[in-house]
């Protein structure tokens, strides 16, 4: 069973920072590329950054570069979101997610295993 859990969401005024986790279970993160969704409400969950399992290759949203940066830890199992000069329009549950294969990708459906979520708000 595979299992990802994600944690650091909470309530932030704009311009502020979070980090959030996401702790997999053992076998389940070898060698697979992460990466991190949110939807907003209302709206269709989107793609925000990805990793590959080596952390050479990584990719952002748009909306996001510059201010995000995605890193992983594969002794502690754990990939991470740094998010920076956050913005109102960033406030969303945020999503990791396990890639079908060793490929980073920007769709949901390069994804196959999806933590429970973590909220993310952003006050202005």
């Known amino acids: 069973q595979v299992q990802l859990v994600e944690s650091g969401g909470g309530l932030v005024q704009a311009g502020g920072s979070l980090r959030l986790s996401c702790a997999a279970s053992?076998?389940?993160?070898?060698?697979?590329?992460m990466g991190w969704f949110r939807q907003a409400p209302g709206k269709e969950r989107e793609f925000v950054s990805a990793i590959s399992w080596s952390g050479g290759t990584t990719l952002y949203a748009d909306s996001v570069k510059g201010r995000f940066t995605i890193s992983r830890d594969n002794a502690k199992n754990t990939v991470y979101l740094q998010m920076s000069t956050l913005k109102p329009e960033d406030r969303a549950v945020y999503y990791c997610a396990r890639s079908l294969n060793g490929l980073v990708g920007r769709t949901t459906r390069t994804y196959d295993y999806w933590g429970q979520g973590t909220q993310v708000t952003v006050s202005a």
């Open positions: 053992g076998r389940s993160f070898s060698g697979y590329a």
